[in-house]
């Protein structure tokens, strides 16, 4: 196969495993987040299971998840319910701390006017919150970005099999540009999710350019 188009597919393979189980945490993490904003003594509990998950090594979870769920090695599955569990387990306590930025007179003027719960929810608390969750998936997008290679060290394709093949050619030639190529590559992905965040984030809070700008 040619090497250009294997990167390439490689660099797309990349992508979305690095972008689906963020979109998968976010949606998780919201309805739990809003769980432990709404009802206190559930926070210190959540944040302190994810917080535990978030620390499980993530070639360990890798090796775990297929014999945990029934998968056979390598499945395509692996990665993304890996990178899952990593994500609501950051994005948790984001949203919970995010709806906790809102100003209490703020919602309680909301309310007066009449917004029921769900409502408030989406109409004031998670616009208002959105710069803080916005913050959490950076780094939870960085983060999968570098996880997501160290499965490929393990099989998976993804960019990581190109440091696969660094190690490999270390003892018969040159070893060095397959592994600056999947830096490259990995800084570049990162990089590109980062201002597609920074980007979305100014687009849903307009109102905080207008106080900038006073």
Not at 28 to 47: D, E, F, H, N, T
Not at 48 to 65: D, E, H, N, Q, W
Not at 110 to 136: C, D, M, N, Q, W
Not at 183 to 211: E, H, K, N, S
Request: charged content about 15%.
């Amino acid at each position: 196969m040619d090497h250009r188009a294997e990167d390439l597919r490689w660099l797309w393979d990349h992508t979305y495993l690095s972008l689906i189980p963020v979109v998968i945490g976010l949606v998780i993490a919201l309805p739990l987040g809003w769980l432990s904003r709404r009802y206190g003594w559930l926070y210190p509990p959540m944040v302190s299971i994810s917080g535990l998950l978030y620390t499980i090594p993530s070639i360990a979870l890798f090796v775990m998840v297929p014999p945990l769920l029934g998968l056979k090695s390598l499945d395509p599955l692996q990665v993304p319910i890996a990178l899952t569990v990593y994500s609501v387990a950051l994005l948790v306590r984001v949203v919970a701390d995010g709806l906790a930025s809102v100003p209490e007179d703020v919602a309680q003027a909301a309310t007066a006017v009449g917004y029921k719960r769900l409502s408030l929810l989406f109409r004031v608390e998670l616009p208002i919150a959105v710069p803080v969750i916005a913050a959490g998936l950076r780094v939870a997008t960085v983060s999968n970005v570098s996880m997501v290679a160290i499965a490929g060290t393990i099989g998976q394709e993804n960019l990581g099999r190109l440091f696969d093949q660094g190690k490999q050619l270390s003892t018969t030639g040159p070893y060095y540009p397959p592994i600056v190529l999947g830096i490259v590559l990995c800084v570049l992905l990162a990089l590109t999710f980062d201002l597609l965040i920074v980007f979305g984030t100014r687009m849903l809070t307009p109102w905080r350019r207008a106080v900038v700008g006073r």
